[in-house]
């Protein structure tokens, strides 16, 4: 996801700074989110500053180049609640306020994007090994009966940490044949779009 974000934002092409940089390999893409000589924890992919005589990389398929960075221009991290959400919301926001601090530590003021996928299916299946267990509404409750709870205490207790915050609702049951639909798709492209659109702007600024 974070790889495609990058890649959208050079394909619509509305910031000639990114634009151009990413042409020039002047900045690239670090998937394992580390800049030379900064100890942070991992994100989900940070676009910077190419670090001076370090060589890029090429990914077939991709037109943003790979490589060591000097600085976080745009950091992305990428959660995605299924089942159990209320169980684990806690450590998912404290992760999430944790990876923008560690995206602004050091050096620079980068752009901070949070997106995350929220499954709203009215039942879902997990697996260990062999055994199957299946959402009963009661002792494990349905995707949809926490699904609104977690995106408003995300959107209330990590959003504002983020410079974009991009919830994104779904629904997929895990079961064959493993379907997936966005619960808006309209909606859904919509909010990615204007997102993309205001990184843009803020890189092109320098905001």
């Not at 934002?9 to 394992?32: C, E, M």
């Not at 370090?54 to 959660?79: F, L, M």
């Not at 609640?81 to 306020?97: E, P, S, T």
């Amino acid at each position: 996801m974070a790889r495609d974000f990058y890649e959208d934002l050079f394909t619509i092409g509305r910031s000639k700074r990114l634009y151009d940089r990413i042409k020039r390999r002047a900045s690239v893409l670090n998937l394992q989110n580390t800049r030379v000589g900064v100890k942070a924890r991992r994100g989900d992919g940070s676009f910077g500053e190419l670090v001076p005589s370090a060589e890029s990389s090429n990914e077939d398929g991709y037109a943003v180049g790979r490589g060591p960075i000097a600085t976080i221009e745009i950091g992305v991290e990428v959660k995605i609640l299924f089942k159990a959400m209320i169980k684990q919301i806690d450590r998912v926001i404290n992760d999430l306020r944790k990876q923008a601090e560690h995206f602004r530590s050091k050096h620079g003021h980068p752009i901070c994007v949070a997106v995350v996928g929220v499954n709203y299916a009215d039942h879902c299946t997990s697996y260990e090994g062999v055994r199957s267990y299946v959402t009963d509404g009661k002792r494990y409750k349905h995707p949809i009966q926490e699904a609104a709870d977690a995106e408003s205490r995300l959107l209330r207790l990590a959003a504002p940490e983020f410079d974009e915050f991009l919830a994104l609702d779904f629904e997929a049951n895990n079961e064959p044949p493993f379907a997936f639909s966005w619960r808006d798709l309209n909606q859904t492209r919509l909010k990615y779009g204007a997102i993309l659109a205001r990184v843009s702007n803020r890189y092109e600024n320098g905001t």
